[in-house]
Structure formats: C-alpha cells, structure tokens
C-alpha cells in the first residue's frame, strides 16, 4: 500500500520516547490491516501480529479497536489535511481551492484504491474525521462566497454536496477505475453545484491537473 505523508507534527520516529515509537508502529500496522480486511473485519490479534508486538502491548496503549479506528481515522485526517494546506499557499480564489481538494481525494482512488475504500469506511466510522474535513470545505466555501465565485442557499448543504459527491465519486474511481476524464467531470459537477457557471466550471476542473500533488 502506498503510504501517505507522516503529519508535520509527528517527529521522526529515532526522537521519539519508547512509548511514542511503538503507539505508531501499531497505528501504522492497523492502516495496512484495515485497508487490507477493512476496520470491521480487522481484528487486534492480526494488527498487534503486523506491528510485532504482543496482544497485552497493543492494549497498554489502546483500550479498545473502537479506539485504535479513531486512532487511524485521526491520523489520515491530519496527514490529508495538512498536505492540503500546504497546496493551497498556491491557489488564491475559494474555486480553485476546491477543485485542489476534490481532486486530491479522487487521486488517493485512482492510485490507491485500498487506502481509498478504507477512507471512506473511516469518514463513516468516525464522525471526527468527517467533521474535520468538513471545517476544511467549509472554509473555502466561505472563500468561494465572499469573491462571489459561489452562490449557495445553505452552508451546511454545500459541505454535503462535496462531501456526498466525492465519497461517491472515490468509490466509483477505486473499484472501477474510469477513464481519467471522470475526475474532471466530477469537479466541475460539484462546481456547477456551488453556483459556478457551467463553462467556467469546467475550464477550472480542467485547469493545471499536475499542480498541488502531494
């Protein structure tokens, strides 16, 4: 499985305490077994096995694999996040924010489909993840609306329709594997759904493919 990146806030693992070192070993070892078997199906005698470390040692640092889930849920919430901050110093207006944003997670499909359907098993198991990620859209819809770029009748509703459409979207990508004309037409539809004329939608999902890879 193609790993994403560490979060910033993570120090490298030869500063850490003993502690820390192995708590990330075994969320490591649990993202490859969920993405694997998914988080139902996992079980926390094979993630203790992936991360070499005993059954007893995986519960010193988890009470529960409800716990290890969030663990893993929080982890790809803050990696994605900050990947996207990161990119978005490059763009300027709230519509090509959101064309950056969808297009990152329609690329964790199309390149990684495991870790893709273990996103999307984790944003319905985990309300924290979908609420972080949803403050992140929120904030470029707000954008999007004061540059009038964005014409919406509900905030709440906008952050739905991303979200809705992209999780659709990913599933689609990661077990169907579209031809790469899709993705563009996902964006724009999305677009278009926040009040962007149709045209320009299009020639902004369309716009520089290559900028804002992670």
């Known amino acids: 499985m193609k790993k994403l990146p560490r979060p910033r806030r993570e120090a490298p693992a030869t500063r850490l305490p003993k502690r820390e070192r192995t708590r990330r070993q075994i969320i490591e070892a649990a993202i490859e077994v969920m993405a694997e078997q998914g988080p139902a199906k996992a079980s926390v005698q094979e993630i203790a096995a992936r991360a070499k470390v005993t059954t007893g040692t995986f519960y010193n640092h988890f009470t529960s694999k409800a716990e290890i889930v969030e663990a893993v849920a929080g982890w790809f919430s803050t990696t994605m996040l900050e990947?996207?901050?990161d990119a978005h110093l490059a763009f300027h207006t709230g519509a090509e924010r959101?064309?950056?944003?969808?297009?990152?997670?329609?690329?964790?499909?199309?390149?990684n489909p495991?870790?893709?359907?273990l996103i999307l098993e984790l944003a319905t198991t985990s309300p924290r993840m979908l609420k972080a990620i949803g403050k992140f859209v929120l904030a470029d819809v707000r954008l999007g609306i004061r540059q009038k770029e964005f014409a919406i009748f509900s905030e709440q509703a906008a952050v739905d329709l991303v979200h809705g459409y992209i999780m659709l979207a990913m599933r689609h990508i990661a077990l169907r594997q579209p031809s790469s004309s899709y993705e563009r037409s996902v964006v724009a539809t999305i677009l278009q759904g926040l009040g962007v004329p149709s045209q320009r939608a299009l020639a902004l999902a369309g716009r520089g493919t290559g900028r804002g890879n992670s």
């Open 114 to 117: 495991p870790t893709a359907m």
């Open 98 to 111: 959101m064309v950056d944003g969808c297009r990152r997670y329609l690329r964790i499909a199309r390149e």
């Open 83 to 85: 990947a996207a901050q």
